[in-house]
């Protein structure tokens, strides 16, 4: 009888401890889900960084692409064993506080909202979450726990101006713009000081859509622009610009020799070097991988504000200009250091 009660007694020792480690692991194992969800990356655990596209799209050839492709870099670089990246795309303003509040919510290190028309939300979601960290591309968020970057498009446009009012035919250039709003204002700002400053003569056509995300009404604004007379357009309007690219092709196939400066990205290699004259580069990819890097190397700074010029290389010309002429590029060159020095300080609206 003796020798029974041992054996169950043992038993059932070895029970509790059985359980008794299996409540551990389990509570250990929720230790380390939460810790994943904290700012930065302590002891080298895996950071995750979310992006919230603008209505343009993930695709649109322009600064939300630009951004994601930043982001990918980045985990290229680092390790997906280090970083981990994605985006929710927006259809409309009714799904930026969603798709922000998916990564906040979620516990995701750092959440990215990509174009001016996302400040309010960002501005609403970080209030809500104090311990959240976000940034910003092209609105100022003023919030301890938002990183803001801005750009000088108006310095980098007035380059583009200058090519546009030295390569012009016709003495007429056209601006697409998107949505009437700050940004893309210093984006026509600039670049019409800049054809001006070159060619007074010149007449500079604008035309906003409305939008970011149509590229049939980009399409229409062009072939008014060119039945007009323009030979150039300058796009600033994201997914719209394709349009843009798509008039000037049809334009090309009869006949008509005309070109489109793209815009954020070097857009010849989407839409080809025979339409593209040069592009207004937009360093958002840049931006989007040092911030991004900054918080896993434990340097992110909330309520930072940060504008980007030429003078940090952040806006300006692509590195390989085919179809601008030697003397043109020198001219350019010559505008630009004149920008920087501070001797010509550029309009933004």
């Not at 409540?23 to 929720?30: D, H, I, V, Y």
């Not at 290229?76 to 506080?97: M, R």
């Not at 801005?150 to 016709?170: D, N």
């Not at 010559?334 to 920008?339: F, G, L």
Request: proline share 3%; charged share 20%; aromatic share 8%.
């Amino acid at each position: 009888m003796k020798k029974w009660f041992s054996i169950l007694a043992f038993l059932s020792l070895a029970l509790v401890l059985i359980l008794s480690g299996c409540g551990a692991a389990k509570e250990e194992g929720k230790q380390s889900e939460q810790k994943g969800g904290q700012a930065g990356a302590p002891n080298g655990e895996q950071v995750r960084i979310g992006m919230v596209t603008d209505v343009g799209g993930v695709n649109d050839n322009s600064f939300n692409q630009s951004a994601w492709e930043g982001l990918q870099r980045l985990q290229s670089d680092l390790g997906q064993d280090k970083v981990v990246v994605d985006f929710a795309q927006s259809t409309g303003d009714a799904d930026y506080i969603p798709n922000l509040n998916q990564f906040v919510k979620d516990g995701w290190n750092l959440t990215w909202g990509i174009g001016f028309l996302m400040g309010d939300h960002v501005k609403q979601v970080a209030d809500q979450n104090p311990d959240a960290k976000l940034a910003i591309i092209d609105a100022v968020v003023e919030a301890p726990n938002v990183a803001s970057v801005t750009f000088k498009e108006h310095e980098g446009s007035y380059l583009v101006g200058v090519v546009a009012g030295l390569m012009t035919k016709s003495n007429k250039i056209g601006f697409v713009g998107g949505m009437e709003i700050p940004v893309i204002k210093r984006f026509e700002a600039g670049f019409t000081a800049g054809v001006k400053a070159a060619n007074p003569d010149a007449e500079v056509i604008i035309n906003y859509t409305g939008a970011f995300d149509k590229p049939d009404l980009g399409k229409a604004a062009a072939a008014t622009m060119y039945d007009r007379g323009a030979d150039i357009i300058f796009h600033a309007a994201g997914a719209v610009g394709d349009g843009v690219f798509n008039e000037a092709k049809t334009r090309q196939q009869a006949g008509d020799k005309v070109w489109v400066i793209g815009v954020d990205k070097d857009q010849s290699i989407t839409f080809g070097n025979d339409v593209t004259l040069t592009s207004m580069m937009k360093r958002v990819d840049e931006a989007v991988y040092r911030v991004s890097k900054d918080l896993i190397d434990g340097k992110y700074q909330g309520g930072q504000i940060v504008s980007l010029g030429l003078k940090e290389n952040a806006v300006g010309l692509p590195e390989n200009n085919p179809n601008i002429p030697e003397d043109v590029l020198m001219q350019v060159e010559e505008y630009k250091q004149k920008i920087i020095s501070g001797e010509i300080v550029v309009p933004s609206e």
